[in-house]
């Protein structure tokens, strides 16, 4: 717009660090530049189609995207806040619908809708924070664990992490940014080489290639010996470990046995492991029993193998991945 460099990382601070979305209120800028901006430009924030919050204080968002810029159509995805007691962590969607197929995960069901663009991964971020502005604590973690998988959709993926790690900009650290993916080699090779990222998770769920085909179909094309190597290289940061997610669905892949195998599948990476009890939901799963988790944690851990028992939050709001976005579809259907 012929204006110095300079205003540019006024805007850029103005949205970013200080969470102002209003033109008119970006008191650093000339009256005159910021009217011309006015005219030229919107700031355009998905806007929240539903809100449940649950007795815990999660708040699940169903959140409605305009048409893109890139031509891309409307849709709706879900974005968690969840409050704790120094920090809050927001769970947010790379992409609308998901096409990898993992036969446990409602989103699956969906397909792929869309890939959302940077601004509309940021914008779920932005959103949550603003909604929850009373209510802030210090810390903000982010995962990339909602709809999607994030290394599918790897260039908006990236260019939003790149901002929301900025120091600059809404300044997470990059300790408290995960993402986390199917286990798709080729993103993650990929991401190793990145000079900013977030931790690495996996979705793992399962201690053989024959059990995890079944609930994961893209283990056929991305096996679990090829999958633990891409693991090995992948270069830690020194205060860097590896996340393992293994959601435990009862009789099917949490008996000792998957425990011992899981363990000699980690056994030589710098990781630890998330087990997470099937919530049940609409798939034909069941809740592990609660002797069968801690077994399974403590034949890990007497294996050398960090793990922990993680209780997905806002359980009474729908906690299973994709449960509100099918809800949506089945409220715009009827
Ligand atoms: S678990 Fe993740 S990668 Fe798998 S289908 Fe669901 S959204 Fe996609």
Not at 188 to 199: L, Q, S
Request: hydrophobic share 40%.
């Amino acid at each position: 717009m012929g204006e110095l460099a300079y205003r540019g990382s006024q805007v850029y601070h103005s949205i970013y660090a200080e969470r102002r979305f209003d033109l008119a209120n970006f008191s650093n800028l000339p009256a005159a530049f910021r009217k011309r901006l006015a005219e030229a430009a919107a700031i355009e924030l998905p806007r929240a189609v539903r809100r449940h919050v649950s007795m815990d204080g999660t708040v699940r968002y169903v959140l409605g995207l305009s048409a893109s810029s890139h031509g891309q159509k409307p849709t709706t995805i879900e974005t968690v806040f969840m409050p704790e007691e120094n920090r809050q962590t927001i769970c947010i969607s790379s992409q609308a619908g998901c096409a990898v197929d993992c036969q446990f995960c409602l989103t699956a069901t969906l397909g792929l809708v869309r890939n959302l663009t940077a601004g509309e991964i940021i914008g779920q971020v932005l959103v949550a924070l603003d909604d929850n502005a009373g209510a802030l604590k210090p810390q903000t973690n982010i995962v990339l664990m909602g709809q999607g998988e994030p290394l599918l959709n790897y260039e908006p993926v990236m260019a939003a992490t790149r901002i929301l790690l900025d120091p600059g900009a809404l300044a997470i650290s990059p300790k408290h940014a995960t993402l986390s993916t199917s286990g798709i080699l080729p993103g993650i090779e990929r991401m190793a080489h990145e000079k900013v990222r977030p931790k690495l998770a996996i979705s793992l769920n399962a201690s053989t290639n024959e059990q995890r085909s079944q609930i994961m179909p893209i283990n056929k094309k991305y096996p679990l010996e090829a999958l633990i190597e891409t693991c090995a290289r992948y270069p830690l940061r020194p205060w860097e470990h590896i996340t393992f997610e293994y959601v435990l669905l009862g009789g099917f892949n949490d008996s000792a046995e998957d425990a011992r195998r899981v363990a000699r599948l980690v056994a030589n990476l710098r990781a630890k492991v998330n087990l997470i009890p099937w919530n049940p939901g609409d798939l034909p799963y069941h809740k592990p029993d609660a002797e069968r988790i801690e077994e399974f944690r403590r034949t890990l851990t007497d294996k050398g193998v960090r793990a922990f028992v993680r209780y997905s939050r806002g359980q009474d709001v729908m906690a299973a991945c994709g449960q509100l976005a099918l809800l949506e579809n089945a409220a715009s259907i009827a």
